[in-house]
């Protein structure tokens, strides 16, 4: 267990974003913001297929080799329970986890976050279904697939988090383990962010 955890740590220390701080694309040195909702979205079965077929491609890169899973769960009293959620990871395969509990003082309020950890090395968990949880969430899905969701390269030191239907951030320690990722899906970056992106790998 913290093994699993403290590799994960450790990645994330190198990739410059410790604390895993919100959103990962604006606060992580080297970063790509791909748009991954498109199209229709009153047609949602389209518009959900379009996403998860980009996270797809992305996730079976060839420069991309997930080996750890991790999901963030702040339960509440509307939308997110730990039982919602690890029902839904069961359904898809994942089985056995490690849990770390963290708890942050926020204006006096003491937020409980379970964060969970998969090995995926070797895991034939259903990551498709797992992305179709993540795209849905927000059209009545479950919500706490929503933003929790990360899958690390632990021996590239990539870090791929699909937030919501909207789109995706892949961040890393050295700018040309995701240079490929740049090329191959180039006309997926997010336009709003396209120049400090382009700023990043043509200068």
Same mark, same amino acid.
């Given at each position: 267990m913290q093994d699993l955890i403290k590799k994960f740590d450790s990645a994330l220390c190198d990739i410059? *974003?410790?604390?895993?701080?919100?959103?990962?694309?604006? *606060?992580s040195p080297i970063s790509i913001r791909f748009e991954i909702?498109?199209?229709d979205i009153d047609n949602q079965e389209n518009y959900f297929n379009h996403a998860v077929d980009r996270l797809i491609k992305i996730y079976n890169? *060839?420069? @991309?080799k997930p080996d750890i899973l991790r999901i963030n769960i702040i339960e509440d009293?509307?939308?997110?329970s730990k039982k919602?959620?690890?029902d839904a990871c069961r359904a898809i395969g994942l089985g056995e986890?490690?849990? #770390? =509990?963290? !708890?942050s003082d926020i204006d006096g309020e003491i937020i409980a976050e379970h964060q969970l950890y998969w090995n995926i090395d070797k895991s034939d968990f259903d990551y %498709? &279904?797992?992305?179709? !949880?993540?795209? $849905?969430?927000? @059209?009545?899905? *479950? $919500?706490? @697939?929503?933003?929790?969701?990360?899958? =690390?390269?632990? !021996?590239?030191?990539? =870090?791929?988090?699909?937030?919501?239907? $909207?789109?995706?951030? =892949?961040?890393?320690?050295? #700018?040309? &383990?995701? $240079?490929?990722?740049?090329?191959?899906f180039n006309e997926w970056i997010l336009d709003y962010d396209r !120049? %400090?992106?382009d700023k990043l790998f043509l200068s």
């Amino acid at each position: 267990m913290q093994d699993l955890i403290k590799k994960f740590d450790s990645a994330l220390c190198d990739i410059g *974003n410790s604390l895993l701080t919100q959103p990962l694309f604006y *606060n992580s040195p080297i970063s790509i913001r791909f748009e991954i909702g498109y199209g229709d979205i009153d047609n949602q079965e389209n518009y959900f297929n379009h996403a998860v077929d980009r996270l797809i491609k992305i996730y079976n890169h *060839n420069a @991309f080799k997930p080996d750890i899973l991790r999901i963030n769960i702040i339960e509440d009293d509307c939308f997110v329970s730990k039982k919602s959620v690890l029902d839904a990871c069961r359904a898809i395969g994942l089985g056995e986890f490690f849990e #770390r =509990l963290d !708890e942050s003082d926020i204006d006096g309020e003491i937020i409980a976050e379970h964060q969970l950890y998969w090995n995926i090395d070797k895991s034939d968990f259903d990551y %498709k &279904k797992l992305f179709f !949880e993540i795209v $849905r969430g927000d @059209f009545g899905g *479950n $919500r706490g @697939f929503v933003d929790s969701v990360y899958f =690390l390269d632990s !021996e590239n030191h990539i =870090l791929f988090h699909p937030y919501d239907d $909207r789109g995706a951030d =892949l961040i890393a320690a050295d #700018r040309e &383990k995701i $240079r490929c990722f740049y090329d191959d899906f180039n006309e997926w970056i997010l336009d709003y962010d396209r !120049e %400090k992106i382009d700023k990043l790998f043509l200068s």
